[in-house]
């Protein structure tokens, strides 16, 4: 499955000049707890996350403070807050593209620590988001569509074995694997094809073949 499969294309998108108080409404409106941060050609330069906000807030605390120590010091104080979306963005944040795996935007994800990414065409140009929960609706899939999909794609589609060849029965994402291939390789490509399927927890294969890739070498 691919991220075009789940993202969301209707992105609500703000930009980097726009208010804090802007860009607050505008999550808080869109139930929304990020942001993409384009430009005027729609290009991605940022995010603006409720950490973001944060982070300001508790920078802003420390200005008021620090204002106050300086002036009774020095009797002056410069301090820089946070008051524009681009002033507390994220700038250059992770992307995808939409021909990426979901399995591959999971990974993103938990490597980096977010919880979204955007994603945008070659040229950054911004096409929807993809979010934690898209990616976890993917592996929450029904089994009979798990199935559907292994037959289809893997059985049919990829090895262009017949229907009868393999029988495929899923249960709470575990995949139970059943018949006769033509050689040995086919039966291990059945497996890793199987398992890279977005929703599959373990596959359970009890798979012979009818040819020894080592024998027809030698």
Do not use: C, Y
């Not at 507390?88 to 979901?102: G, H, L, Q, W």
């Not at 399995?103 to 140009?125: H, I, N, Q, S």
């Not at 006769?180 to 059945?190: G, I």
């Not at 929703?199 to 798979?207: H, N």
């Amino acid at each position: 499955m691919k991220v075009a499969d789940v993202m969301t294309t209707e992105v609500k998108t703000i930009e980097p000049d726009a208010p804090l108080k802007e860009a607050a409404m505008v999550m808080v409106r869109s139930g929304v707890s990020g942001l993409p941060v384009v430009d005027d050609d729609r290009k991605v330069v940022g995010i603006i996350t409720e950490a973001d906000f944060v982070t300001a807030e508790a920078n802003r605390s420390w200005g008021r403070q620090r204002r106050r120590l300086l002036a009774n010091l020095f009797g002056e104080a410069e301090t820089h807050e946070a008051k524009t979306v681009g002033d507390a963005m994220t700038p250059d944040p992770a992307t995808i593209d939409r021909n990426s795996s979901v399995t591959e935007a999971a990974r993103t994800m938990t490597d980096l620590g977010v919880k979204r990414l955007p994603v945008v065409l070659g040229d950054g140009t911004i096409e929807g988001i993809v979010s934690r929960a898209d990616v976890m609706a993917a592996f929450a899939r029904a089994d009979d569509e798990l199935a559907a999909e292994i037959r289809d794609d893997v059985v049919l589609g990829v090895l262009q074995l017949h229907d009868a060849d393999i029988d495929v029965e899923v249960r709470d994402g575990v995949v139970a694997l059943r018949g006769v291939v033509p050689r040995q390789s086919d039966a291990r490509l059945l497996e890793e094809l199987t398992v890279r399927v977005e929703g599959v927890v373990s596959v359970d294969a009890e798979v012979s073949w009818e040819h020894d890739d080592a024998a027809e070498e030698s």
